[in-house]
């Protein structure tokens, strides 16, 4: 009799260690399918590279500052452009080849932002930072006045120099140069006073 119970205690054992073995591979199996579904809900990289809406924080933005983030790969601009920048903006007018972005409208801004300032708020001039006559990045040159390679009624803008084209604080490229086009003004919206979302403007 004693055997027998021996008998039925093994046979227990092997029992529990097959239960427990057979949950361990279920539970490991369950987690294994359960993160493929969980990774689809994200973004891939090629959905990223697609041109995925970017968040931009423009809260510690001062008059006169650029920031850049990255979209699509590029790099976007944010300008707050200062009382005075914004005022001299018309006196550019004579002097850029499209002053009213006229020329290839729907691949230089969208319609919310083809007026004076190119923007949605005047304050903040929101740009693809890339050259149009190339694809080279310009570079700052926000103080007005004689400087090299820009004329002495300058009054503010982006010089590229790669080619010596020259755009105005609002992205208006100036005559006889290089660059074809205007800088582009991406889709973008307000999400809040501070936060700018740059490639998406269904609420626009």
């Avoid at 090629?46 to 650029?66: F, H, N, Q, T």
């Avoid at 001299?88 to 801004?109: G, M, T, V, Y």
């Avoid at 007005?144 to 084209?165: E, I, K, T, V, Y």
Wanted: hydrophobic share 35%; glycine share 8%; net charge neutral.
């Amino acid at each position: 009799m004693t055997e027998t119970l021996a008998e039925h205690g093994q046979i227990d054992t092997s029992k529990r260690t097959w239960l427990i073995a057979s949950s361990c591979a279920g539970a490991v199996g369950g987690i294994a399918a359960a993160v493929p579904f969980v990774s689809s809900f994200l973004p891939s990289e090629k959905a990223k590279a697609a041109g995925a809406p970017v968040e931009a924080d423009i809260s510690l933005l001062k008059p006169g500052e650029k920031m850049t983030v990255e979209w699509r790969g590029k790099p976007v601009w944010i300008v707050r452009r200062t009382p005075e920048q914004l005022a001299a903006l018309p006196k550019n007018d004579p002097q850029l080849a499209d002053p009213k972005s006229e020329r290839k409208p729907d691949d230089q801004a969208p319609a919310y932002a083809r007026n004076a300032s190119r923007s949605i708020k005047p304050e903040y001039l929101v740009v693809v930072g890339i050259c149009t006559h190339l694809g080279c990045s310009p570079s700052d040159k926000f103080t007005p006045g004689a400087q090299p390679s820009l004329p002495d009624d300058w009054q503010g803008g982006f010089f590229c120099p790669c080619h010596g084209s020259t755009f105005d604080l609002a992205g208006r490229v100036f005559k006889n140069k290089p660059a074809p086009d205007n800088l582009e003004v991406p889709a973008h919206m307000y999400l809040s006073d501070t936060k700018l979302l740059i490639g998406d403007d269904k609420k626009a």
